[in-house]
Every structure is written in structure tokens, then in C-alpha cells.
């Protein structure tokens, strides 16, 4: 995990920026930094970071639109970091795309088992021999990492895929959350299930046709998530 994976640190808070880029340069990362949204998007395409840590509230461009752009070209894991606590811009961000929401303040334990996570997912390997699967919705190709709705590509964050992947991968079996979060996010987040329903219901937004009342992804109350064609 510290073999010199690159990350890309933005922040408009020069405290924030020199605390995060001594402790994970101290576990052997390579970091870049960069203040603005600007910045940010020259040094993503300059550097090809393996995991991106953005905060919403930049002064040039707003975090969102310097998500969409990174989004244009890159699925590299993004881990918001932002000061916004309401769930409504939580949902907003993974909706955007980003992997990852962590609210400030935040203690850097966690912080660097979130990103460790999210390297992790980011450099699944691709296994081969996969098979296509096809619903009455959209299509999962597991080879290839590729949702495909109405003849379109669905963009999954790596979060959203390593869910989907999980359940299809177990179709018709009942996954339990446990299982999901391990798998995932890794042991220490094994309880955390209103974390879980949050990406569950953007997999619902992007992938059922009626997101109420789905046909694919189905909830076991208290228990689990079920993928069926």
C-alpha cells in the first residue's frame, strides 16, 4: 500500500494541506498538493494520482464542477473532504461521483484507513474469464468493469462498482451487510450500514428503472442486499 502510491491532496487550508502532506508522505506516499480547482485539474493530468483527496470549498472552482471535470476523463477513487455535514451534499457528492465522504474535523486514523480503502479498490485487478450479465434494466460486464443502460455507459464511482460487482458475483444469494462493508471498505467498517443504504440507493438512481420499487438490487430487511435478473 506504500509504494509510492500518488495522491493528489486538494485544499483551499494551508494547515490542512501541510498536515496531511507530512503524515502520508511519513507512510511513504507520494503527495501533491494544490490550493485551487485549477490546480487541481492540471495536477491530476500532470501526476495520474492513484487516489484524489478534494475539498468542496475552493476559491476559484467549486468542487463539484472540479469533480465533473476530473470525471470526464478519469474513474480514479476521489475522497471528498469538506466541512458540509448535511447529508443532502453528502448524497450530492456521491452522485457526482466521488468514492468517499469524510467531514471535517477529522481524525487521521480513520481518515488514512479510508484512503487506504479506496487505493485498494481503485487497483482491483480485473480477473478474467468474466461473464456478461444482463437484466431487464442494464447490463454488468465484469470483465471489463463496464454498466451499460439502454445501449449506454453507466458511470459507477469504485465504490458503487466493487457493491455491484459483490452482489453479482453472488446472484440470487443473499449478501449480508457485513460481508459487503468488509469486502469494500474493509473490517473496521463492518457496521456502518446507513453508510451502505447511501450507495445502495445511488446503484438504485443510476441502475433500476424505478429506483421506489426495485427489481434487481433487492433489500432483506435487517440483513442484507440480493442481486436477481
Known amino acids: 500500500m506504500t509504494d509510492k502510491v500518488r495522491v493528489l491532496v486538494v485544499d483551499d487550508e494551508p494547515q490542512i494541506l501541510r498536515t496531511l502532506r507530512i503524515n502520508l508522505k511519513a507512510r511513504g506516499f507520494d503527495v501533491t498538493t494544490a490550493s485551487t480547482g485549477a490546480g487541481a485539474l492540471t495536477a491530476a493530468g500532470k501526476t495520474n494520482p492513484q487516489v484524489i483527496v478534494l475539498d468542496l470549498g475552493l476559491p476559484d472552482i467549486d468542487g463539484f ?14 475522497i471528498v473532504l469538506s466541512a458540509r455535514i448535511d447529508a443532502s451534499d453528502k448524497i450530492a457528492a456521491l452522485d457526482a461521483g466521488a468514492d468517499d465522504y469524510v467531514t471535517k474535523p477529522f481524525g ?11 487505493v485498494r479498490r481503485g487497483s482491483a485487478a480485473v480477473h478474467a474469464e468474466q461473464p456478461v450479465i444482463k437484466t431487464s434494466a442494464f447490463t454488468v460486464d465484469l470483465r471489463s468493469k463496464k454498466v451499460t443502460r439502454g445501449g449506454a455507459n453507466v458511470h459507477l464511482t469504485p465504490t458503487e462498482w466493487g457493491i455491484l460487482e459483490l452482489l453479482v458475483r453472488n446472484e440470487g444469494n443473499l449478501v449480508v451487510h457485513s460481508e459487503i462493508l468488509n469486502h469494500v471498505w474493509g473490517a473496521s467498517y463492518m457496521t456502518q450500514t446507513n ?35
Do not use: C, Q
Open 65 to 78: 464542477t472540479v469533480l465533473a471535470g476530473l470525471r470526464g476523463w478519469t474513474n480514479v477513487p476521489v
Open 108 to 118: 487521521m486514523e480513520e481518515f488514512l484507513a479510508r484512503l487506504r480503502a479506496a
Open 195 to 229: 453508510y451502505l443504504r447511501v450507495y445502495i440507493a445511488s446503484l438504485r438512481r443510476k441502475l433500476e428503472t424505478d429506483p421506489t420499487h426495485p427489481r434487481h438490487l433487492l433489500t432483506e430487511s435487517g440483513m442484507g442486499y440480493r442481486f436477481v435478473k
